[in-house]
Structures are given as structure tokens and as C-alpha cells.
């Protein structure tokens, strides 16, 4: 077996893509923090309306709103750093997303009350309750639009990416094999094995059980239909009601031995099928 060593150019191009990628978000995250602490120092008192007679130029509270949100960007991007890694590699839901936002708002109102009693101490300032509570309150409002401006892009194509491109490795004795969600049709069980059926009947073995898999998987594509079987939502060809509110299932795909050619959901079941389906 040979392997291709890449080339100092193409080295040098992945670098420079990934450095580019990078220096672009952190200038998007740079400019809307900048927009963010404008609106916020120009709304902060009436002497900072543009329009105001006495008007000046809040130069103290815009660095101040600089330093706040330097904290506030970092804190945003270790958090979704983290989520990232840790639940949106698998799925991307809206509990997750929610979370996600306020975790991340969490974290900034935890930093913002010391930062803000330093930063008085500093300009020779009082810290008063009042505006600091309006300040963090505007803070969390601005900070919120502005994570998801920043990350809504991010979080669509790991949507997408979960829903269509994710993949599976399936370690089989000395054989590993790598699928992709839209490649399998089920997991099913049988004499203590588990084996995973592609989309035109190939079946794989696997040294998972399913409970394992059910943990691994994507659950807004993948439905536990019983002790035995784990479906994939583009597989069911049809839908039966039959006797005692259960379901019977059938899937595009078949394999020699007939395993899963019929499938039943029971009745306890059947509801959960029925939303995770639609």
C-alpha cells in the first residue's frame, strides 16, 4: 500500500487558507463587537445622543465597552468551542442551541460585575446597582444578537453536516469500515451480533450493541423501533396500523435472511415514532 506525501505547496496552501479563515472570523467578531459597544455607549446616557447639544464622544465608556467585549468574544468562542466538541459534533437541535446561548450569557454576566466594579475603580468612578444592572442588562441584549450573528453560520452547516455528512466507523475483528448516516437503512440484532445494513441491502457486522449505538447516533435521523432494530428515517417505505395500536414498518431495504422485513412498533412506542417520523 503507498501513500502520497503532500507537497510543500499544498502545505503551504492549507495553511494559508486555515490562517485566512481565521483572521476573517475574528476581524467579522472584531467589527461587531466595535458596532456593539458604539450603540451601547451612544444609548447609555442622553449626553451621548448624537443629536444632543452637549454632545461628546464617549471615548471613556467605549474603551471600557472594548475591554468588555474582548471578554466577551473570547468567552463566546471557548463556549462554542466547547459545545461544538462536545454535542453539536453529534446533533444540532434547538435545546442545544438554547443552551448553547445561555450558557454563554451565563459566563458573561459572571465576568461582567467584576470587570465593571475594576473598571470604575480605575476611571475613579462610583459603582452604582442601578446602572450596573442596566448596563449588564443591555450588555446580555446586545451580546445575545451578537453571538448569533457571529455563529448562526457556523451552526447551520454543522446542522447540515450532522444531517447529511456525518459518518459512522465500524470496527469489524481486523476490518474497519467508514459510512455515512445516508448509507445505512438499519442497525438490527440478531444472535447477539449487531449488524448494519446499507441502503441496497449490503450488511456489515459490528462490534456494537445497540444500546452503544443508540448513544453514538444522530437521533433526529435514527429511531429505536424496539429491542432489536434501529432505523433510519429515509429507509421506511411504509407505515401499517395493525392490531393493538401498534405499528408494522417496512423498509426500502432487504437483506437474504428477511431479518428485517417486518418491523413492529408498540403501542407505547408509537406516538414517539409518529413526531420523530413527521
Request: hydrophobic share 45%; proline share 1%.
Amino acid at each position: 500500500m503507498s501513500t502520497t506525501q503532500p507537497t510543500k505547496d499544498s502545505v503551504k496552501t492549507t495553511r494559508y487558507t486555515f490562517i485566512n479563515s481565521s483572521a476573517w472570523r475574528w476581524f467579522q467578531i472584531v467589527i461587531v463587537l466595535t458596532i456593539l459597544s458604539l450603540v451601547v455607549n451612544h444609548l447609555a446616557s442622553r449626553d451621548s445622543f448624537p443629536d444632543s447639544e452637549s454632545y461628546s464622544f464617549p471615548i471613556v465608556g467605549f474603551l471600557a465597552s472594548i475591554i468588555l467585549s474582548t471578554f466577551i468574544g473570547i468567552i463566546a468562542h471557548l463556549n462554542f468551542k466547547f459545545y461544538k466538541r462536545k454535542y453539536f459534533s453529534k446533533k444540532v437541535e434547538t435545546v442545544t442551541i438554547a443552551r448553547f446561548l445561555a450558557s454563554t450569557l451565563g459566563y458573561i454576566t459572571i465576568m461582567y460585575i467584576p470587570v465593571n466594579i475594576i473598571l470604575n475603580i480605575i476611571a475613579g468612578g462610583q459603582t452604582i446597582f442601578y446602572y450596573m444592572l442596566v448596563g449588564l442588562l443591555l450588555t446580555l441584549l446586545l451580546s445575545l444578537i451578537g453571538v448569533i450573528l457571529v455563529y448562526a453560520r457556523d451552526i447551520y452547516n454543522l446542522y447540515a453536516v450532522s444531517i447529511k455528512s456525518a459518518e459512522i466507523t465500524i470496527e469489524s475483528g481486523a476490518k474497519t469500515t467508514r459510512l455515512t448516516y445516508e448509507d445505512i437503512a438499519c442497525f438490527y440484532s440478531e444472535n447477539k451480533i449487531v449488524y448494519a445494513v446499507q441502503n441496497y441491502g449490503k450488511t456489515i457486522n459490528t462490534d456494537f450493541t445497540l444500546n452503544e449505538l443508540e448513544e453514538k447516533i444522530n437521533d433526529q435521523l435514527f429511531f429505536r423501533a424496539n429491542r432489536k432494530i434501529i432505523i433510519h428515517k429515509d429507509a421506511v417505505d411504509q407505515i401499517e396500523k395493525i392490531e393493538n395500536g401498534k405499528l408494522r414498518i417496512r423498509l426500502k431495504a432487504s437483506v437474504e435472511n428477511d431479518a428485517i422485513a417486518e418491523i413492529n412498533i408498540s403501542r407505547y412506542k408509537r406516538k414517539a415514532f409518529m413526531n420523530w417520523f413527521q
